[in-house]
């Protein structure tokens, strides 16, 4: 399987803006609900966002509500995460996962037949 390819990643000062983005060009992508995790230096990797297929549910993570949105573009096989008001902790490299299913609140937790793309960095600076 080709990778996910995610891109838009860089150093931003805080309370500033970024919009990532990860491109799937093998599946059929409307079939795949979309996430985001992060994961930062000596931490454990962690849900930010997701997206159903169709695009109409989506579900974030608390520190995520109100300054993240996650959104697709079918025509483009491309899922977005809008990030506003970064902060320092906001800091990590972001992956892109693709899921063949859609649940809600289980979408927070990785599984085995998850498609992982290989991640951009985000550094926020103070």
């Known amino acids: 399987q080709v990778p996910l390819v995610e891109s838009g990643g860089t150093v931003v000062q805080a309370g500033g803006s970024l919009r990532l983005s990860c491109v799937d060009s093998?599946?059929?992508?409307?079939?795949?609900?979309m996430a985001w995790f992060r994961q930062a230096p000596g931490k454990e990797r962690e849900f930010v966002a997701a997206?159903?297929?169709?695009?109409?549910?989506?579900y974030y993570e608390e520190y995520a509500k109100g300054r993240f949105t996650i959104s697709r573009d079918s025509a483009k096989s491309t899922v977005f995460l809008q990030m506003n008001d970064l902060r320092t902790e906001d800091t990590a490299v972001y992956l892109c996962?693709?899921?063949?299913?859609?649940?809600?609140?289980?979408?927070?937790?990785?599984?085995?037949?998850?498609?992982w793309g290989q991640g951009t960095q985000v550094t926020v600076s103070s």
């Open positions: 996962v693709a899921r063949y299913s859609w649940g809600g609140v289980a979408m927070t937790a990785p599984l085995e037949r998850d498609y």
């Open positions: 997206i159903s297929g169709t695009g109409v549910s989506t």
């Open positions: 093998v599946r059929a992508f409307s079939d795949y609900a």
